[in-house]
T-cell receptor
Framework: DAGITQSPRHKVTETGTPVTLRCHQT?????MYWYRQDPGHGLRLIHY???????DKGEVSDGYSVSRSKTEDFLLTLESATSSQTSVYFC????????????FGQGTRLTVV | RKEVEQDPGPFNVPEGATVAFNCTYS??????FFWYRQDCRKEPKLLMS???SGNEDGRFTAQLNRASQYISLLIRDSKLSDSATYLC????????????FGAGTTVTVRA
């Protein structure tokens, strides 16, 4: 257990509304990531962070923004949700040193109607 | 071409059988390799890292072939509990902490 908590776990929202997903970690990891998972695509990186206020885009960042104002929290915001953003969202941390393995939160299932 | 490609399966095998599958990666400079397991509607969990010399963890054996740019996972004496999707994960650059994921190989072990 890498101490990662995602909230909410499930959410249904309407098209055009803003949505914020939260990832909270308790072990002071520097690297945090947001992925989305869709059938046939595997996990695709949305945004990642390599420190407080340091973030960068992943391969599917359009329509998403992130913020990291403190080490333990990494927020993902959908500015104006669309049906194409219906997905399962996973937050992950990555350890440094050694094998630099990734550990995931339990996921947020988001449905945009 | 995708950075990491896997045969989606499904591989349907009886209990006790051996099942093996590969994953290919596009970047010859890739540094780190992992196999993750994902159960239905759950988060991915690390199964094992893959080392250059190959490594074994109980009934699971992972191999890396740098020349042909693939990694493999072999499961011996399959159990019902091995039914899952197995994700191949590659770190393309040691200076880059981004991971690339395959879409997964589904294994179903039947009684």
């Amino acid at each position: 257990d890498a101490g990662i908590t995602q909230s909410p776990r499930h959410k249904v929202t309407e098209t055009g509304t803003p949505v914020t997903l939260r990832c909270h970690q308790t072990e002071n990891h520097r690297y945090m990531y947001w992925y989305r998972q869709d059938p046939g695509h595997g996990l695709r990186l949305i945004h990642y962070s390599y420190g407080v206020k340091d973030t960068d885009k992943g391969e599917v960042s359009d329509g998403y923004s992130v913020s990291r104002s403190k080490t333990e929290d990494f927020l993902l915001t959908l500015e104006s949700a669309t049906s194409s953003q219906t997905s399962v969202y996973f937050c992950a941390i990555r350890t440094t040193g050694g094998n630099t393995e990734a550990f995931f939160g339990q996921g947020t299932r988001l449905t945009v109607v | 071409r995708k950075e990491v490609e896997q045969d989606p399966g499904p591989f349907n095998v009886p209990e006790g059988a051996t099942v093996a599958f590969n994953c290919t990666y596009s970047n010859s400079a890739s540094q780190s390799f992992f196999w993750y397991r994902q159960d239905c509607r759950k988060e991915p969990k690390l199964l094992m890292s893959v080392y250059s010399s190959g490594n074994e963890d109980g009934r699971f054996t992972a191999q890396l072939n740098r020349a042909s740019q693939y990694i493999s996972l072999l499961i011996r004496d399959s159990k019902l509990s091995d039914s899952a999707t197995y994700l191949c994960v590659v770190n393309m650059d040691s200076n880059d902490y981004k991971l690339s994921f395959g879409a997964g190989t589904t294994v179903t072990v039947r009684a």
